[in-house]
Each structure stands twice: as C-alpha cells, then as structure tokens.
T-cell receptor
Framework: DGGITQSPKYLFRKEGQNVTLSCEQNLNHDAMYWYRQDPGQGLRLIYYSQIVNDFQKGDIAEGYSVSREKKESFPLTVTSAQKNPTAFYLC????????????FGPGTRLTVL | GENVEQHPSTLSVQEGDSAVIKCTYSDSASNYFPWYKQELGKGPQLIIDIRSNVGEKKDQRIAVTLNKTAKHFSLHITETQPEDSAVYFCAASSGSNYQLIWGAGTKLIIKP
C-alpha cells in the first residue's frame, strides 16, 4: 500500500524534553510538509522540503527542527524552545505539479505534561 | 501574501438538506483550489479540486464553484448524510512555490 505513515499516534513528553516525530512516505513524492493543528483551528505550516538535504521554514518554525536525509523521510523535532508544543501534528507529501495535491498522514497528537 | 478566509466556522444542517461552505482568496495569481475533508483524529483528505480555467466541477453529491472575478469559491454538498459530518478545509495555491494556503476550516454537523 502506498501512503504516508506517522508514528507514534500519541506522544507524551515532559516539559524541557526534545521529542522527534516520524514521517515516512512511499509515494515517491519530492515535497514533504509538517503542519501544526490546534483545536478548532486550521493548518499552520512549520517546515517544508522540496528536495533531499534542503528544507524551508514555514510560518511557525520557531522551536522546531527538521531533516531530510532521505526522500522518503522527513522527521520533525519539537525542541524545548517550543513554548506551547501540545498540538496535533500532520505530515504531508506531494509531487510538485500545478495541481499541488497534498497527501496527509494520520497525524501525531503530542501532549506535554 | 496570500490569505484565504473561510465561512462559516460551524454549519449545522438537517440530514438530506444541502450544505454550502464559502472561501475567498486574496492573490489573483492563485490557480488551484482544493477542498479537504478531515474526520476526527485523522489527516485531511482531498475530496474535490478545481483549477482557475474551470467555473464548476461536480463529483456525485459534491460540487465546487469558482468565481475568479470575485475571488471566491464554494463547496456544495447535496443530500447530506451522517458520514458527511467532518471538518472541511479550503485552500488556494498559485503554484509558484508548491504550497497551499489554508482556510480556517468549517465544522459540518449533520442532524438526524
């Protein structure tokens, strides 16, 4: 089955700890994205990557970091510098065409205790 | 930069009735307008999209209309069913950087 996987589905973290969220895709898509979603709100872009070993900041990159060492993988690290990290995190991927359809993973719900 | 506004934030309709969700965009260069459906605890999924060279597109019970002059587009769901209950997001893209600019979402509630 082709698709995007995110793990874990639920993640709990103590304040002051860094945590890494996994995102893997086997769709052979060039572009990958990380979004944050807070209750009752839309999707806010954290980081995106259009090619291996390159990535760009989105609207809310502060307190987050990413890497893109492989085309299939785009992990997101939530650092202790992120002031309010409790949220639902969504990873997406797309081919870079005029119709920029993004395919989403199931999401990771991060709770800071 | 591009901005997408979506209304209403919550919409409650009787099962079998129609639902309409509206979005406006600011960047006249936008040329791709997808609609996504997000069920509780899941990632959004594309349900229909439209390009700027088309005024309307239908897929069974759902349709999207685009008014380029007014810079707004709408999602129409007819004969609503309980499984239509979800959050719906509109988005717009100019294609220049392969990003989507998202609306804030509409929670659609189908009353039995």
């Amino acid at each position: 089955d082709g698709g995007i996987t995110q793990s874990p589905k639920y993640l709990f973290r103590k304040e002051g700890q860094n945590v890494t969220l996994s995102c893997e895709q086997n769709l052979n898509h060039d572009a990958m994205y990380w979004y944050r979603q807070d209750p009752g709100q839309g999707l806010r872009l954290i980081y995106y990557s259009q090619i291996v070993n390159d990535f760009q900041k989105g609207d809310i990159a502060e307190g987050y970091s990413v890497s893109r060492e492989k085309k299939e993988s785009f992990p997101l690290t939530v650092t202790s510098a992120q002031k309010n990290p409790t949220a639902f995190y969504l990873c997406a991927s797309s081919i870079m065409t005029l119709n920029n359809e993004q395919f989403f993973g199931p999401g990771t719900r991060l709770t800071v205790l | 930069g591009e901005n997408v506004e979506q209304h209403p934030s919550t919409l409650s309709v009787q099962e079998g009735d129609s639902a309409v969700i509206k979005c406006t965009y600011s960047d006249s260069a936008s040329n791709y307008f997808p609609w996504y459906k997000q069920e509780l605890g899941k990632g959004p999924q594309l349900i229909i999209d439209i390009r700027s060279n088309v005024g309307e597109k239908k897929d069974q019970r759902i349709a999207v209309t685009l008014n380029k002059t007014a810079k707004h587009f709408s999602l129409h769901i007819t004969e609503t069913q309980p499984e239509d209950s979800a959050v719906y997001f509109c988005a717009a893209s100019s294609g220049s950087n392969y990003q989507l600019i998202w609306g804030a979402g509409t929670k659609l509630i189908i009353k039995p």
